[in-house]
């Protein structure tokens, strides 16, 4: 049973656009829910993360959006960059955290020059 | 401030043996949680480590098993290894107190490939 439904697989945005990669949960216990980012041959390195009692959170270029209700979230990267090109992964947790985290399938993002 | 660490970087295992991986958390860490990754798709939680116990399980099986040091660093045991196994193992520490307490920060993996 995957908890985290993550979309995109993969995505090519022109540099300076806006990048957009959803993701769905299905357990109403999450309460953490963080974004990483991972380039080849590194482990996953945290981005932002936000909590259900805000319906977004800014973090320079990147941009959680959330909405409870509907038990999605996502993340915006404005004005896209060459450098920002690497595996996205959407995750979250229960109370505590001792669960652990739960993942996302990720997202391979491509911006073009 | 150092950042969390995992040894050795690349491991070669023959089906049927043990193996164990090592990490040191981050300064000011006190939780250590790790974490298998299949080539191509998301990590996914092994256990958690608190206090020197296990507090947290994922959907592994018991020949998965570790330990957590007084100074917060931990080992990842393997037994009887199967070919599934090949992965990257990760290690994340996080702070336990606070709000920053569910943050998880992790190391560059131990890549184990298993013959």
């Known amino acids: 049973q995957q908890q985290v439904k993550q979309s995109p697989q993969s995505l090519i945005v022109q540099k300076g656009g806006i990048s957009i990669i959803n993701c769905a949960y299905e357990n109403t216990a999450f309460d953490y829910f963080p974004w990483y980012q991972q380039f080849p041959g590194k482990g996953p390195a945290l981005l932002i993360a936000?909590?259900?009692?805000?319906s977004e959170k800014k973090e320079g270029r990147f941009t959680i959006s959330f909405n409870k209700s509907a038990k999605q979230f996502s993340l915006h990267i404005m004005d896209s960059q060459p450098g920002d090109s690497a595996t996205y992964f959407c995750a979250a947790s229960g109370a505590g955290g001792a669960d652990g985290l739960t993942f996302g399938k990720g997202t391979h993002l491509i911006i073009q020059p | 401030e150092t950042g969390v660490t995992q040894s050795p970087t690349h491991l070669i295992k023959t089906r049927g043996q043990q193996v164990t991986l090592r990490c040191s958390s981050q300064s000011g860490h006190n939780t250590v949680s790790w974490y298998q990754q299949a080539l191509g798709q998301g990590p996914q939680f092994i256990f958690q480590?608190?206090?020197?116990?296990?507090?947290g399980r994922g959907n592994f099986p018991p020949r998965f098993s570790g330990l957590q040091f007084p100074n917060y660093s931990s080992e990842l045991n393997v037994n009887a290894l199967e070919l599934d196994d090949s992965a990257l193992y990760l290690c994340?520490?996080?702070?336990?107190?606070?709000?920053?307490?569910?943050?998880?920060?992790f190391g560059p993996g131990t890549r184990l490939t298993v013959t």
């Open positions: 994340a520490s996080s702070p336990r107190a606070g709000t920053s307490g569910r943050e998880q920060y």
């Open positions: 936000i909590r259900p009692d805000v």
């Open positions: 480590y608190y206090r020197e116990e296990e507090n």
